[in-house]
T-cell receptor
């Protein structure tokens, strides 16, 4: 069975602070995909990143960066110099390699960035 | 890019009403679509997987007779909440898998259902 754990239910920071959202996963598969999604108050899910299990390179995209550690089954997400517009719920998700397979979501982390 | 269109975006209706939610893939064919439900301050929970031309696969605990799913064509899946009650009020989201296994799912914008 697959499982994704986001231990931080809510995080509150002040604008310009850096913040890291934790994600730990469980799977018996050797090949899988990991995702991060952003859900603003309007509700739609915004895709942020996909990571293949065989690619442990960290990735940076603007103020966003991701740290994938297969040895600890973690896929953490850092926002540098946070902004008010970053306030949202962030979900980490896991998917089998098989085409058309479902996503297993974590519980989500509510990030509030205060001015 | 691939787009999934979900309608309506918001529904408010009386208890006992049946409500139909549509999920369309606009520029690609989707033999499979997923339906999720999300209660306030909770995660997305998979309700069922709809399969074009065959019966949907429901997750444990989801009432098949309550949540009717029809996947009549390669671009349309519908979820009908039959005889809705206040406890059915939730945010419902559909998605279609990426056409290649490593692609992210394409999500609709969701439907907020409020039953009075």
């Amino acid at each position: 069975a697959q499982k994704v754990t986001q231990a931080q239910t809510e995080i509150s920071v002040v604008e310009k602070e850096d913040v890291t959202l934790d994600c730990v996963y469980e799977t018996r598969d050797t090949t899988y995909y990991l995702f991060w999604y952003k859900q603003p108050p309007s509700g739609e899910l915004v895709f942020l990143i996909r990571r293949n299990s065989f690619d442990e390179q960290n990735e940076i995209s603007g103020r966003y960066s991701w740290n994938f550690q297969k040895s600890t089954s973690s896929f953490n997400f850092t926002i540098t110099a946070s902004q008010v517009v970053d306030s949202a719920v962030y979900f980490c998700a896991l998917k089998k390699e098989t085409s058309g397979s479902r996503l297993t979501f974590g519980e989500g982390t509510q990030l509030t960035v205060n001015p | 890019g691939a787009v999934v269109s979900q309608h309506p975006s918001w529904v408010i209706c009386k208890s006992g009403t049946s409500v139909k939610i549509e999920c369309r893939s606009l520029d690609f064919q989707a033999t499979t679509m997923f339906w999720y439900r999300q209660f306030p301050k909770q995660s997305l929970m998979l309700m069922a997987t709809s399969n074009e031309g065959s019966k949907a696969t429901y997750e444990q605990g989801v009432e098949k007779d309550k949540f009717l799913i029809n996947h009549a064509s390669l671009t349309l899946s519908t979820l009908t909440v039959t005889s809705a009650h206040p406890e059915d009020s939730s945010f419902y989201i559909c998605s279609a898998p990426g056409q290649v296994s490593n692609q992210p799912q394409h999500f609709g914008d969701g439907t907020r259902l409020s039953i009075l």
